[in-house]
């Protein structure tokens, strides 16, 4: 698959579906062959749905056949974290107590791609259930970053990211409960977007914290996530031509008091002066306290990942691995009167979100305090949980991960971009704004060693 193709924006696949210069099925092929050639390295997808998508390919070359383009993702193949159900299709979570476990039936945003055209071409890789660290001998093997495969890509949503960086979709979907598809997308260099609360059904979608779950896409540049929100979630995405007049709250007190790679800052400081060049005024914002905010986070994802996982938990516990065994546990120490507490807490820390929004329309912060770590640290002593993502879920706000730049090893850095409930256009618009104004999202990275047999 040539470099003109795969690295192709989802507009420019369409356009040229239209045009009769390309059909859905070469796209298919193409990608099949490229996962083929590349993912031996990268153990990005779990499951490759080879035999489906051609099939599906051939119907949406059918329908454009016979003047029916049944969506924006028509025609486009794109992949899916293994906690989104298939019909037919096994759908494991990352973990060994669900290696057989194949669906019934399909997750309803897989039904809404599926009217849409769109070509699931296979099951991403993941930390176990969106929660477990991966380690050394177990199953699966984790996915490689494809910058440098020694590094980690990040998790939850971790194949996802790494197929799009990759060039082994058009863009994928996964799920955040705290940060799971921003970590990845900043560590891999690609676009990733928590939409607001609900927006992705999440039916069908294997669970961690019903609360807090999230559903969101993840592709190469904005335009691409729009077209991938709007194609799950069955509602156009109408992005805005400037940011002009954008008010831009920054949580300067709470990036102070972190330990963040100095190029990680750096990087940070260049985006805001690109987002003011570009309109937007910025001022310095607090945000609720970080100790509130990630007491409420533990202990509503501690209580809600236990009760979905107790039975297996209970049940079969040497068949979670060890780091989402240990987690999942954790969840014993909170009671009911504490987490019924993190729920109130989640409430009075809306209301403050709610008034702060009244007088800025996004808030802008770097996504992680470093680039993606080498493997052998990670497992040594993983990284502190970014303290920029989570406050996002509580409130159920629309948060997207855009790239912003590389350290001096040439490792990505991204740039958050947030705003409340059903600010998915606004915040979208104000990352095409910074995106169209930098060229980060251009670079790609070189294909990896095929790793001996």
Known sequence: MSDE????????????????ELSPVEVVRATLERIAAVDGALLSYLAVLADSALAEARQAEADLAAGRRRGPLHGIPVGL??????????????????????????????????????????????????????????WPVPSRNAWDTERIPGGSSSGSAVAVAAGLCAGSYGTDTGGSIRGPASYCGVVGMKPSHGLISTRGVQALSWTLDHVGPLGRTVDDVAALLAGASGRPVE?????????????????????????VGAAFEQALAVLRRSGASTRSIELPPLALTEAALLAIIGSEG????????????QEFGVSARERLSGGLAYTGVDYVNALRMRDRISARMFELFATIDVIVSPVTLQVAPRKVDFERNPPHRTPFTGIYNLIGGAAVSVPAGFDRADMPIGLQIAG??????????AARAYERATDWHTRVPTDPQPVPA
């Open 420 to 429: 409340p409930v059903g600010s998915d256009a606004r915040v979208l618009t």
């Open 239 to 263: 992005l805005a031509d400037s940011v002009a007049r954008l008010r831009v709250g920054v949580p300067d007190a709470l990036i102070a008091n972190t330990e963040m790679e100095p190029d």
């Open 5 to 20: 193709l795969y690295r192709r924006p989802i507009a420019w696949l369409s356009a040229a579906y239209d045009a009769r």
């Open 81 to 138: 974290k293994d906690l989104i159900d298939v019909g037919g299709v096994r759908t494991t979570g990352g973990s060994a107590s669900r290696r057989e476990h194949v669906a019934t039936q399909d997750a309803e945003m897989v039904n809404q791609l599926r009217a849409g055209g769109a070509v699931v071409i296979g099951k991403n890789n993941l930390y176990e259930f969106g929660l477990g660290l991966p380690m050394p001998g177990e």
């Open 306 to 317: 236990l009760a979905v996982h107790l039975p297996a938990l209970a049940d079969r516990p």
